[in-house]
């Protein structure tokens, strides 16, 4: 039997893929495995630690934080931080981007995070996750960092990839040269190489949406998921958790189309561009799949604020397709 690999050998294994690096991707990567360790640990042990419930504070979006929200945004601003290759981090959880090191003039990269998706689950024990993507600054070093740095297209991305605290813990993550899964043995707190080169099922037969939206969703998304429904016989299921990184990941293994559409009363959507899409468009399009808005492919969307939201369709490429002519098929007559 082959030798298990570890999540820190795979990435210096990797390396070598980037010749010109200086090690700091390769230190920056660590540090992520090190923070979901340790938020890994919170979350597993929240219903006993006392920190489950309301911290009492908001976020930047007026949303009431989750204990494990603080917990977990603290604990990877403080990894993340201490290492050197980190100029800057966008969260989910902050009004505006943290520059490091001195307004951020030493660090290749900037990250953007968030900390702990779907946490409005954490009190009824329904798996959560962490979603995280890295560019290179803009700026050069040794100037601060800037707005650009921060705002950039998801084409950008250097790596991107999410944390899934559930029945097991893993950590996917891409660097651009496909999508690998790695798994923690609980036993030793290390995480093993466990899903190498994942990909979408060539069709999917999942779709995932808040039902309750559907009325206010555009015409495209209805006629879309009618079909599914109509198709319930050739075996299309719906399955929705209302956790992003859950939804997401079931449908990479199982095949299927995740959908937050946007409606009459929030035409951006719920889910945030530069936390969410991005990341979870990068990590599709590197398995297989792809991410669209109401119109186009999202990596391609040039940002303009830290937390903008976007519509967002994200999974197996047969699906996409299938929304896609319910688009053609619905747009205005002109
Ligand atoms: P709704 C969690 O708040 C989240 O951002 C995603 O994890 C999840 O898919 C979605 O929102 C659920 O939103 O409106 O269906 O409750």
């Known amino acids: 039997m082959s030798k298990a690999i570890t999540l820190q050998e795979f990435i210096m294994d990797s390396q070598a893929e ?39 504070s908001q976020n930047a979006h007026n949303e009431d934080q989750q204990k494990l929200d603080v917990f977990a945004d603290s604990t990877f601003m403080r990894i993340l931080t201490a290492g ?73 991305q250097v790596v991107a990839g999410y944390i899934l605290y559930g029945s097991s813990t893993m950590l996917v993550y891409t660097t651009g040269t496909g999508v690998n899964g790695f798994t923690m043995d609980p036993a030793i707190g290390e995480f093993f190489l466990s899903h190498p080169a994942m990909k979408f099922p060539e069709t999917g037969m999942i779709y995932s949406i808040n039902d309750a939206l559907l009325d206010a969703s555009p015409p495209a998304v209805q006629k879309f998921i009618g079909g599914c429904r109509e198709a319930q016989g050739l075996g299309l299921k719906a399955r929705y958790i209302g956790s992003l990184v859950t939804d997401f990941h079931r449908n990479l293994i199982k095949g299927g189309l995740y959908l937050y559409p946007s409606t009459k009363s929030n035409p951006e959507g719920k889910l945030r561009l530069m936390y969410e899409c991005n990341p979870l468009a990068f990590i599709a399009q590197q398995a297989g799949g792809h991410a669209e808005d109401d119109s186009s492919n999202i990596l391609d969307i040039q940002p303009t604020s830290l937390h903008q939201r976007s519509p967002f369709y994200v999974g197996s490429l047969n699906m996409i397709q299938g929304l896609r002519s319910c688009w053609m098929s619905t747009a205005d007559p002109k």
């Open 84 to 156: 050197k290759s980190v100029a800057g981090i966008g969260s989910e959880e902050q009004d505006d981007y943290i520059l490091c090191h001195d307004h951020g003039k030493e660090g290749k990269y900037v990250v953007m995070i968030d900390p702990l998706d779907g946490s409005s689950n954490i009190d009824v024990n329904v798996s959560i996750g962490t979603i995280f993507s890295i560019y290179r600054r803009v700026t050069p070093l040794g100037a601060p960092l800037s707005d650009q740095d921060f705002l950039q297209q998801g084409t950008e």
């Open 18 to 56: 980037f010749p010109f690096v200086s090690g700091q991707l390769t230190r920056l990567l660590s540090d992520i495995g090190v923070a979901a360790k340790i938020v890994n640990h919170q979350v597993n042990r929240a219903g006993l630690a006392g920190i489950l419930g309301q911290s009492g």
